[in-house]
């Protein structure tokens, strides 16, 4: 295989200087503007800040303080959906979260990568789409261009690159489909 030089000059910088700026001061107005508020407080504010840079977020949706956004103007939330305390939501594209949806502590969604056959490692991104009525338990990570269908369930630490069918129960590294689920709507 031939030698390849690469030098730190040829990497692209994919991102405007628009965006990097909207990016900077997000990562100083975000923490800044929510860290002292506590659990049960201060969720008109959080989707106030988040749709003042760009967020399409439904009035009952819910975000905690230490959940960390890259780019709010890639994110969507439905009515009802939760993104949980230490969720790290790196929507570089697109994350859409569907109504009465859960993702709870600390899960990644990484919403880009580099592509390996690239020599400069360049960056891909594909959108991540959680759909209504699905929970996405703790620790766990989605890829980019996952699709998580509706009413299913990831299980904790999970690590999900492929989609997920519609009421399906999946868990393991990588996940694989457990069973279908089925709501128990005795009451």
Known sequence: MEDIKLRIDQYENNFSRTNQIIRFIWGIVWPV????LPRSLGSGWKRFLLRLFGAKIDSTAKVYSSVKIYYPANLTM??????????????????????????SQNTYLCSASH?????????????????????????????????????SVVGARAVVVKDVEPWSVVAGNPAKFIKKRILNTKG
């Open 33 to 36: 503007s929510t860290w002292f």
């Open 78 to 103: 439905e009515a009802y959906s939760c993104l949980a305390p230490g969720v790290n939501c790196y929507n570089v594209a697109h994350i859409t979260i569907g109504a009465q949806s859960t993702v």
């Open 115 to 151: 592509d390996i056959t690239d020599p400069l490692n360049h960056l891909i991104s594909a959108p991540i789409v959680i759909k209504s009525q699905a929970w996405v338990a703790a620790d766990a990570f989605v890829g980019m261009g996952v699709t998580i269908g509706e009413g």
